[in-house]
């Protein structure tokens, strides 16, 4: 029996990928009609009867949660919540994170599962990864993201007044201005310009999420192989919906894996980023 590895739907994991790996998807909840869309977190109640299913599958090997930021969703508390019954055999992640970031943690884990890894090694490789990750959002508009609440009063503004084409940043969980830009390209250049300096000469993986915008997900992919050390590997997936509601039509979500953790490099953050936001859900 093996440890058992559970996520949610806004880690973005494909569905063969999470087949392939054993990896169990938990769906978030889409509210509202067509014209007016959003997301509510998963209860106590629903990740208790998850847990309790994979320990059963698993032999009570042990369950890895990850999920998305506890500043953008209610889903990490109550996931806290529903461990409390299982006597340390469910351990949950404070990821500080969302999209294929926390989906490569649940990738890396559920790897070393399979080969027969312990509870405590897989959520220390979850961990590690996560502690190598960033992730980028760049937004064809800010509509969306701005309704949702995902986003500070002083960065929406920020975005509205300063860029038409703005680069977001999740920062211990918050979604933050990193980069003004006017356009498409100048976005791209930065982008790439961050995810190559952030790299260090070390391989990188890369999973580019996009929201029917498939062409310009190929064209910052083709940058990114242009530019990356050798030895990096990229993958574009569709933006999941509980994502895409809230990210806009053109959005993209660019999640990097790197070979070092951020101090190791000593690099800093963009200057300009906007330390604040509010939680939802």
């Given amino acids: 029996m093996v440890v058992r590895v559970v996520t949610d739907s806004s880690s973005g994991l494909p569905e063969h990928v999470a087949q392939e790996l054993g990896i169990t998807v938990v769906d978030l909840h889409m509210v509202g009609d067509d014209t007016d869309r959003s997301t509510s977190g998963l209860s106590a109640l629903e990740l208790a009867a998850c847990y309790a299913r994979q320990l059963e599958r698993g032999g009570d090997d042990g369950v890895v949660a990850l999920h998305l930021s506890k500043e953008l969703s209610s889903t990490w508390s109550a996931a806290i919540t529903a461990s409390g019954v299982f006597d340390g055999a469910v351990r949950v ?66 975005s509205t007044a300063l860029a038409t084409k703005p680069i977001m940043q999740v920062t211990q969980g918050r979604i933050e201005l990193a980069v003004k830009t006017r356009t498409q390209t100048k976005a791209f250049s930065k982008l790439v310009d961050l995810i190559v300096k952030r790299a260090a000469g070390l391989p990188a993986f890369v999973a580019i999420q996009h929201n029917e915008a498939r062409e310009a997900a190929r064209t910052l992919e083709d940058l990114l192989r242009e530019h990356l050390p050798e030895g990096s590997s990229t993958m574009i997936t569709d933006m999941h919906p509980t994502l895409a509601v809230h990210a806009g039509l053109g959005a993209l979500g660019i999640s990097t894996v790197f070979t070092q953790p951020e101090e190791e490099v000593g690099q800093d953050l963009p200057p300009e980023v906007d330390h604040t936001a509010q939680q939802t859900n």
């Fill in 93 to 158: 992640i404070d990821t500080h994170s969302v999209g294929m970031a926390v989906g490569a943690a649940a990738m890396a884990a559920a790897r070393i599962a399979l080969d027969g890894a312990s509870l405590e090694e897989c959520v220390s490789l979850a961990e590690d990864t996560l502690s190598r990750s960033e992730t980028w959002i760049y937004l064809h508009r800010i509509d969306e993201i701005r309704k949702s609440g995902r986003i500070s009063t002083t960065t929406a503004m920020l």
